[in-house]
Structures are given as structure tokens and as C-alpha cells.
């Protein structure tokens, strides 16, 4: 590796460490919502409403007199505790798929691959309109749709690696040798796919909150007085001019976390990926 490349990942490296720690602030204060919230964050004061930034309400109040502060500490628990679970399944279910798929023979692959189109060809905004509205808004529903609209391409990659290790002649070896396909998956393909399955459970929680936020700013996802950080950015946005605090601090801690996922993806990316490409 030549002077520059190292500078700038010596460069990336800081960033992301900076980005994790950042990230890892917000998700332990937002845990800790109940204990640090100064006031209630569904309980309003009529005789403060919108009130502008100040010692006693940092953040400003809303429409309802609802303190701000204490809504945006809330506002994470929900959006956070989602994408976390989603893109934990998103990744588990994409990697059993796939590993089946590529260790259990060509019509298996087939259905696997047939199902993969049809779920990328079905826009995640289409799936949630139909679960949402025919099932409600819980967020075991939400948990689902995020999951429906993003395990392909995780599938996709782990299929592809799992094919390459089960052409290697070891693996050609212990297969010609009568090895169970279920021996051959635990004991060299899920081995091999982890890197992938931990890229891309990172990679995609960025993505998957974004989705989130972007169906709870539509008001398809969770409903009041459950505080989100997308609902607030939605509810704020007609006061943009008189009072726009209201939008611009959730949305900014919405802008700030999604940012620091996606630096923390990137670097555990090129960590892997420099590490798998080391010890071919």
C-alpha cells in the first residue's frame, strides 16, 4: 500500500472511530430517554406552545407545548430498536436463504432466486402500504416490511460467496466423500459468508432507518403520541418559517445518525474486504 492510500485510511479510520463514538452516544441516550428526559415527552403545557430555545426547554416547545428536548431523547427509542431488529433478521434470513439456496441443489436455487426477483421488483413503499393498512401500525408490522424490502441483495451476495466456496476442491473433496450438504454448510460456507453477513447488517442499518423515517414522516409508520424522530420532522414542517426548530433538530439528529451508520458500515466494509482479499 503506497503513502497516500495509507494516509487516507489512516484519514477513514479517525472519521469512523469519530462516527462510532458519536453513534454509540445517541443510541446510549436515547436507551436512557426515561432517566435523562427533563419533562414528559406526550404531556404538552397550552400555556407554552412554541416556544423558541431557551434554559428551560433547550430544544424549544411544539404546536402542544410538548418539551422538544425530551420528545427527540424519546424519538430514537422507537426508530432504533427497529432498525437494529430488522437489519439483525434482514441479515439472518438472507444468509439461510442463500446458503440453501447455493448447498441444496438447482431447483431450491431456483425457487430462492425466483422469490428474490419478485421481492426486488415489489417497492418496500408498496409493501407497507398493504401491511400497514391491513394489518396496523405495530412495530412488529414495521420490523416486517423493512425485512420483505431488504433481504435480496443481502441474499445475492452471501448466494454468490457460498457458490465460490463450495467450487473450491476441498469443498468438492468433502462432498465426492458423502459430507451431509448441512455438515459442508456449518462447517465451510456459513465460515466463509460471515464477513458478508456482518458488512452487510451493518451497511444496511443506514438504509433501513431512512426507510423507516421516511414511511414515519408519512404517517405510515408509528402513530402518536409515540414520539419519532420522522413524525416530528413531518409535524413541524408547516411551521417551517415561525418555528423552525421543530423540524430542524430532529431531522439533524436524524441526519447525524444516519451519517455516523453509514461511515461505520463503510469502514467495517473495507475491513472485511481488505482482510477476505489478504488472506486469498
Known amino acids: 500500500m503506497t503513502a497516500p492510500a495509507v494516509a487516507v485510511r489512516r484519514r ?11 453513534l454509540g452516544l445517541i443510541v446510549l441516550i436515547t436507551l436512557c ?44 427509542r422507537g426508530a432504533l430498536t427497529i432498525t437494529a431488529i430488522s437489519s439483525v433478521l434482514t441479515a439472518l434470513i438472507a444468509v439461510v436463504l442463500a446458503i440453501a439456496a447455493a448447498t441444496l441443489g438447482p431447483a431450491v436455487d431456483a425457487v430462492a432466486g425466483r422469490l428474490g426477483d419478485i421481492a426486488l421488483a415489489v417497492p418496500t413503499i408498496v409493501i407497507a402500504i398493504v401491511l400497514l393498512t391491513f394489518a396496523g401500525n405495530s412495530p412488529a408490522i414495521l420490523v416486517t416490511v423493512m425485512v420483505l424490502g431488504g433481504w435480496v441483495p443481502t441474499f445475492r451476495l452471501v448466494r454468490a460467496s457460498a457458490r465460490a466456496t463450495l467450487a473450491l476442491p476441498y469443498v468438492d473433496a ?3 466423500a458423502g459430507v451431509r450438504p448441512g455438515r459442508i454448510a456449518l462447517r465451510h460456507v456459513v ?12 451497511a444496511s442499518a443506514s438504509v433501513v432507518l431512512v426507510s423507516l423515517s421516511s414511511l414515519n414522516y408519512l404517517g405510515l409508520g408509528l402513530q402518536p403520541p409515540i414520539p419519532d424522530w420522522g413524525q ?31 461511515m461505520v458500515g463503510d469502514a467495517v466494509s473495507d475491513r472485511l474486504g481488505g482482510n477476505e482479499e489478504n488472506t486469498r
Not at 477513514?12 to 458519536?22: G, W
Not at 432517566?35 to 423558541?52: E, K, M, N, R
Request: hydrophobic share 50%; net charge neutral.
Open 12 to 22: 477513514t479510520d479517525r472519521t469512523a472511530l469519530v462516527c462510532a463514538a458519536v
Open 33 to 76: 430517554a426515561p432517566f435523562l428526559a427533563p419533562h414528559d415527552p406526550v404531556t404538552g403545557d397550552l400555556a407554552g406552545v412554541l416556544q423558541s430555545p431557551s434554559a428551560a426547554h433547550p430544544f424549544g416547545t411544539d404546536e402542544l407545548g410538548r418539551d422538544l428536548l425530551s420528545r427527540v431523547l424519546h424519538g430514537g
Open 191 to 202: 465460515p466463509a459468508v460471515a464477513p458478508i453477513l456482518v458488512v452487510s447488517a451493518t
Open 174 to 176: 468433502a462432498r465426492i
Open 232 to 262: 416530528m420532522v413531518a409535524a413541524g414542517q408547516a411551521k417551517l418559517s415561525t418555528a423552525p426548530w421543530l423540524s430542524l433538530i430532529p431531522g439533524g439528529v436524524l441526519a447525524v445518525t444516519v451519517f455516523c451508520l453509514q
